[in-house]
């Protein structure tokens, strides 16, 4: 069964940051680091051996995180990257797991659109081995217990059932199945309704897939490996 899930343009919310003085917010900063790790990362491959070493402790991470650190206060997606850029950013593999935990925490208490929500729901299933099955499944179920929409219910349905379907424990695994088949029944099958998801074109055009309701669409997802 393929599951698809997209990352959403977030609410851009600006915030002065420490001594900074322009005005962050996610998708700016964002192309600002990963401009700044592009030239790091062609610094590197053209250096000299003897020099590589110095140039690795160099990682312009440490020049962003204070930034992500605070836009994070009020933006989903930026605490979204603390959590996947926590062992670089510093954080000790002791500490990992109540770092990761403190921020999915704080991004469920959020509010949040549904799209962004969806990612982090796959973020954090993903993350199953650092933050503990019962952290994780404790999250989705209240959500599907919960006034969520339609796409986030159905996110959170397939990713607890991919969680207890994997379970040693004969009864957690099969309710994991049944909970797999009733997402499959209700959003991917023959005539169902598609979950709804926000994305981008390449000219930067911003629109909903239930924005083409009721007309013929054609929906191309690739990925790189």
């Known amino acids: 069964m393929n599951k698809l899930i997209l990352f959403a343009s977030s609410i851009l919310l600006a915030t002065t940051l420490l001594g900074h003085g322009a005005l962050d917010n996610y998708k700016t900063l964002n192309v600002e ?22 140039l690795r402790k160099m990682h312009p991470i440490g020049d962003f995180w204070l930034r992500f650190e ?11 990257w ?9 954080v000790k593999k002791a500490e990992l797991a109540g770092f990761k935990q403190k ?16 990612a982090a729901i796959a973020s954090l299933a993903m993350d199953v081995a650092s933050v503990g099955e019962e952290f994780v499944e404790g999250h989705l179920r209240r959500l599907l217990a919960g006034t969520a929409s339609r796409s986030v219910k159905g996110i959170a349905t397939v990713k607890l059932g991919e969680v ?18 009733e997402y499959e029944a209700k959003f991917i099958s023959e005539g169902a309704m598609a979950i709804d998801f926000e994305a981008t074109t390449i000219d930067g055009h911003e629109f909903k897939l239930s924005d083409y309701r009721g007309k013929v669409v054609l929906v191309d997802f690739y990925g790189f490996w």
């Not at 990963?34 to 491959?45: D, G, I, M, P, S």
């Not at 605070?70 to 979204?80: C, F, I």
């Not at 921020?103 to 969806?118: D, G, P, Q, R, V």
């Not at 994997?166 to 088949?181: N, V």
């Open 82 to 90: 603390l959590i996947a850029n926590a062992r670089k950013g510093g």
């Open 164 to 181: 207890l379907s994997a379970s040693e424990d004969d009864e957690r695994a099969a309710e994991g199945e049944k909970m797999l088949a």
């Open 70 to 80: 605070e836009l994070g206060k009020h933006d989903g997606q930026a605490t979204l």
């Open 103 to 118: 921020h999915y925490e704080h991004i469920f208490k959020m509010e949040t659109s549904a799209a962004f929500l969806n």
């Open 33 to 54: 680091y990963q401009t700044a790790v592009a030239r790091h990362q062609k610094a590197f491959e053209s250096a000299p051996l003897k020099e590589r070493r110095n």
